[in-house]
């Protein structure tokens, strides 16, 4: 198992965009996530008022 510097921070970031693509449908059923974002469900960032992607205390 590989443990430098680079692969911790990988980790970080992947588990930070899993929540920033998460974080919209985290409590929508699956109808109500096709209803919102098509057959495929979410594919893309969602942007916040900010004008960029969001993390949540989750992350």
């Known amino acids: 198992m590989k443990r430098n510097k680079d692969h911790f921070r ?3 970031l992947g588990g930070a965009i899993g929540d920033t693509l998460g974080w919209p449908v ?4 699956l109808d109500e996530i096709k209803r919102r974002y098509g057959e495929e469900g979410i ?7 900010s ?3 969001e993390i949540t205390d989750d992350t």
Do not use: Q
């Open 10 to 12: 990988g980790s970080l």
């Open 26 to 29: 985290e409590f929508l059923r």
């Open 51 to 53: 004008g960029k992607a």
């Open 43 to 49: 594919t893309d960032l969602v942007v916040g008022r």
